[in-house]
């Protein structure tokens, strides 16, 4: 065992950010599902000699325009950032107009599923498509100091004070 993760705020929108790393190397990276946001450190595994210590790591971070997440009604989802191709700006007009298709199927769960955009200009979290929930950090537990599981059953998390429509 050597790889742990936990949520913490995002750096950049202050919303939960997805943070994994590994405790016997120099690697760890952070991820925000909804700005998009990334960074990290990660070591050449071709490079590790056994009994040697690890290399540098290399550090990357990756400012990304925005993110996504399609839930699936039956369970699961995707998600994922936005960039421009070839590095470039996002044509905007163009990706609404392929997530309003894409929202439309029937199988996605709209009031899971988002489009976000980040707002260089203004530094804040826009949210074009969608108004999802969110659980602040991890996932309410049955041990919850605000007793949600006691009080809502079942509908816990949903009516925990953690969690809020974004």
């Not at 991820?31 to 595994?45: E, H, I, N, T």
């Amino acid at each position: 065992m050597g790889t742990y993760s936990f949520n913490i705020s995002c750096p950049r929108c202050g919303y939960p950010a997805y943070v994994e790393g590994h405790s016997l190397l120099p690697e760890e990276s952070l991820s925000c599902r909804f700005c998009g946001y990334s960074f990290g450190s990660k070591v050449d595994r071709e490079k590790l000699v056994e009994g040697q210590p690890p290399p540098e790591p290399e550090k990357y971070e990756n400012k990304s325009a925005g993110a996504y997440y399609i839930r699936n009604k039956r369970g699961g989802g995707e998600w994922g950032h936005l960039e421009g191709k070839d590095n470039g700006p996002v044509d905007w007009e163009e990706i609404i107009k392929q997530f309003q298709e894409i929202f439309r199927d029937p199988d996605v769960d709209l009031e899971e599923s988002y489009l976000t955009k980040w707002d260089d200009e203004n530094n804040k979290l826009i949210h074009l498509i969608g108004h999802p929930k969110i659980i602040i950090f991890d996932e309410c537990p049955e041990d919850c100091p605000e007793e949600c599981f006691e009080k809502y059953g079942k509908k816990g998390p949903e009516q925990c004070p953690r969690f809020y429509d974004m």
